[in-house]
């Protein structure tokens, strides 16, 4: 069963640092692209960042490039997405899906930057 | 960026009839090379992630029912459920993976009337 379970969510102040995870099981990690899309509390989806299954391209939506970066470790099944200079507007559950359609989805998250 | 317009953003459709719902894309996500358009809907009930119906634009994922259908080319498609049933109450995305920075419409809330 193809499955993604994410982690590291949490309350942090504004301007802290989260590092989320994203652990994949199921499916061969290495032949996919990943994705993190955000959903502030009652909004719509919002597309955070891409990389490819090599790590030789990588994206991210203009609300978040400089303060977050994407990564993976192929070897043990996981994303990441750390996350600094966070902001009360970056308040949203995360979630990672996987390839380019989005065919499957975790769980998600919950991150709260609040003081 | 590629922006994604739905509508209606809310639909009141009674049970047993057809709910459509339409999303227009700025620019047009048909990619000439293999004649595939790159659009996906996705529904999203309560406290639940987001789950792919549609694919392609018209192909419906696994394990879909056949009661959900998407259509169109180019910049405008629609999602049609043809018989509604009481547990298609959720919020309907449509969705661009053409080009970076991939994008979702703002999202359809489908109730029963």
């Known amino acids: 069963e193809v499955q993604l379970v994410e982690s590291g969510g949490g309350l942090v102040r504004p301007g802290g640092s989260l590092r989320l995870s994203c652990s994949a099981s199921?499916?061969?990690?290495?032949?996919?692209?990943m994705n993190w899309v955000r959903q502030a509390p009652g909004k719509g989806l919002e597309w955070v960042s891409s990389?490819?299954?090599?790590?030789?391209?990588?994206y991210y939506a203009d609300s978040v490039k400089g303060r977050f970066t994407i990564s993976r470790d192929n070897a043990n099944n996981s994303l990441y997405l750390q996350m600094n200079s966070l902001r009360a507007e970056d308040t949203a559950v995360y979630y990672c899906?996987?390839?380019?359609?989005?065919?499957?989805w975790g769980q998600g998250t919950l991150v709260t930057v609040s003081s | 960026d590629i922006v994604m317009t739905q509508s209606p953003d809310s639909l009141a459709v009674s049970l047993g009839e057809r709910a459509t719902i339409n999303c227009k894309s700025s620019?047009?996500?048909?990619?000439?090379?293999?004649?595939?358009?790159?659009l996906g809907w996705f529904q999203q009930k309560p406290g639940q992630p987001p789950k792919l119906l549609i694919y392609?634009?018209?192909t419906r994922e696994s394990g879909v029912p056949d009661r959900f259908s998407g259509s169109g080319s180019g910049t405008d498609f629609t999602l049609t459920i043809s018989s509604l049933q009481a547990e298609d109450v959720a919020v309907y995305y449509c969705?661009?993976?053409?080009?970076?920075?991939?994008?979702f419409g703002q999202g359809t809330k489908l109730e029963i009337k």
């Open positions: 199921g499916f061969i990690f290495n032949s996919y692209n």
């Open positions: 392609w634009a018209s």
């Open positions: 620019q047009s996500v048909l990619y000439s090379s293999n004649n595939k358009n790159y």
């Open positions: 990389i490819s299954s090599s790590t030789t391209y990588i």
């Open positions: 969705h661009q993976y053409y080009s970076s920075p991939s994008s």
């Open positions: 899906a996987r390839d380019q359609y989005f065919d499957c």
